[in-house]
């Protein structure tokens, strides 16, 4: 069964770190693009960043550039999400997504995605 399992959330001070795990079970991740969404209360649900199945290639929403780096360990099979200078307007939960098996070129558009992961808070306060 295919599934993703999202962790690392938690409640962090602005300007802290905090890295996401989204780890793969029932099919391998090397071969899917994979991205992050995350969802505000209120908020449609917004693409943060992907990495591709081939060259590793990433793209960030304009609001994470500089701050959030997207990776991937094959070995693994997980894809992470380091997420530094955090700021309030961050907090949502952030969910794991990975690509449809026709689709090979990074995106944000969920349309895009057959399998989500449960999701995982993040909280930015003081």
């Known amino acids: 069964q295919l599934q993703l399992v999202e962790s690392g959330g938690g409640l962090v001070q602005p300007g802290g770190s905090l890295r996401l795990s989204c780890a793969a079970s029932g099919f391998t991740l090397d071969y899917r693009v994979i991205s992050w969404f995350r969802q505000a209360p209120g908020k449609e649900r917004e693409g943060v960043s992907c990495?591709?199945?081939?060259?590793?290639?990433?793209i960030y929403v304009d609001s994470v550039k500089g701050r959030f780096t997207i990776s991937r360990d094959n070995a693994k099979n997980t894809v992470y999400l380091q997420m530094n200078s955090l700021k309030p307007e961050d907090t949502a939960i952030y969910y794991c997504?990975?690509?449809?098996?026709?689709?090979?070129?990074?995106?944000?558009?969920?349309?895009?995605?057959?399998?989500w992961g449960q999701g995982t808070q993040v909280t930015v306060s003081s």
């Open positions: 997504a990975a690509g449809r098996t026709s689709i090979r070129r990074c995106t944000l558009n969920k349309s895009a995605f057959g399998s």
């Open positions: 990495i591709s199945s081939s060259s590793g290639s990433t």
